[in-house]
């Protein structure tokens, strides 16, 4: 079965810290990796998008990585801020018939 | 500006009332999907086109209808709803079936009683 977990579920951290979230995959057949921001209430900010041929991608204090082989990816936040406090979602688009199956979340919360 | 437009924003309805919650896209986006979203359960594919007249089912699609008669538009449709489709439910899109950004609606809570 195609799965996706993200560990922890819940996060908390000092601002100004260096964090990384996990994102784990059940199958190494994929499209690609999205990560996603949720505000409560709110719908889904894409952050960043990696395709299944790409290593990493970056976007300001946000990195995140792809290993296939392993099935996982992180995504790095670097110096964070109590504006970064959000759930953080992962999306895996497997290949074939295109499904999308998405990770439960981890909610973070920066403490200033 | 580009955006996925999902309407209403908040419903509530009763047990086995016909309800059509709509979703646009203005990217003329080729790929379209439904999710919903339970506490302790994340986002699940209910539905997903490829294009026009091209649907297939997600992980949930019980008590669903959807139907792709145009680009820009991908409506979800509960022919008789039930207190367990309560839920939060997304509209999203992207350019092609593989490898292209998604993008979300604001999402439409419905409540079943």
């Known amino acids: 079965k195609q799965e996706v977990t993200q560990i922890p579920a819940a996060l908390s951290v000092p601002e100004g810290e260096n964090l990384v979230l996990n994102c784990s995959f059940t199958?190494?057949?994929?499209?690609?990796l999205q990560w996603f921001r949720q505000d409560p209430g709110k719908g889904l900010t894409s952050l960043l998008l990696i395709q299944s041929s790409q290593r990493e991608q970056t976007s300001g204090r946000l990195n995140a990585s792809l290993d296939k082989s392993s099935g996982r990816s992180t995504l790095y936040i670097a110096a964070s801020q109590p504006g970064d406090s959000a759930t953080y979602l992962c999306a895996v688009v497997w290949g074939g018939y295109q499904k999308v199956t998405f990770g439960t979340g981890t909610k973070l919360q920066v403490i200033p | 500006e580009a955006q996925v437009t999902q309407n209403p924003r908040y419903l509530i309805t009763v047990t086995g009332k016909k309800l059509t919650v709509t979703c646009s896209q203005n990217m003329n986006h080729e790929y379209m999907s439904w999710y919903r979203q339970d506490p302790g359960l994340g986002l699940r594919q209910i539905y997903y086109s490829m294009n026009v007249e091209v649907t297939d089912k997600g992980d949930v699609p019980e008590g669903y209808k959807v139907s792709r008669k145009e680009k820009r538009n991908f409506p979800l449709i509960l022919e008789s709803p039930s207190p367990n489709q309560t839920s939060l439910y997304f509209c999203a899109s992207r350019i092609s079936g593989d490898g292209t950004e998604a993008f979300f609606g604001q999402g439409t809570r419905l409540t079943v009683v």
């Open positions: 199958d190494s057949a994929i499209y690609n």
